[in-house]
């Protein structure tokens, strides 16, 4: 069965940055997916944050363009999200899973705290 297991974050405060980071147990096609980092917000649904393709290719949706980068180690099956400058409504759960659409049940995800 496969496992996503979130870590990292913090509390920072605005302008500041983190990392979150997910390893994917017993995901034999890991190489062969394209993955995606998700966040949601208290009160708010769950949004794709950023993605990568199976060949590495990235992409971001504007509202973290430029702030956000992910990275994958297919060797590893490890998925990484490294915030920059961050904001305070980059406050949220951070959880990784396939993209465009989530098809794996969530992990419990990585609390990133941003105060203004």
């Known amino acids: 069965q496969v496992q996503l297991v979130e870590s990292g974050g913090g509390s920072v405060e605005a302008g500041e940055s983190l990392r979150v980071s997910c390893v994917i147990d017993?995901?034999?096609?890991?190489?062969?997916?394209?993955m995606g980092w998700y966040r949601q917000a208290p009160g708010k649904q769950r949004e794709l944050v950023a993605s990568?393709?199976?060949?590495?290719?990235?992409n971001y949706p504007d509202f973290v363009k430029d702030r956000f980068t992910i990275s994958r180690e297919n060797a590893r099956n490890t998925l990484t999200l490294n915030l920059n400058s961050l904001k305070f409504e980059d406050t949220g759960l951070y959880y990784c899973?396939?993209?465009?659409?989530?098809?794996?049940?969530w992990g419990q995800g990585a609390q990133v705290t941003v105060s203004s």
């Open positions: 017993n995901f034999e096609s890991f190489s062969a997916r394209a």
């Open positions: 990568i393709s199976k060949d590495g290719s990235t």
């Open positions: 899973n396939t993209a465009p659409v989530p098809f794996y049940s």
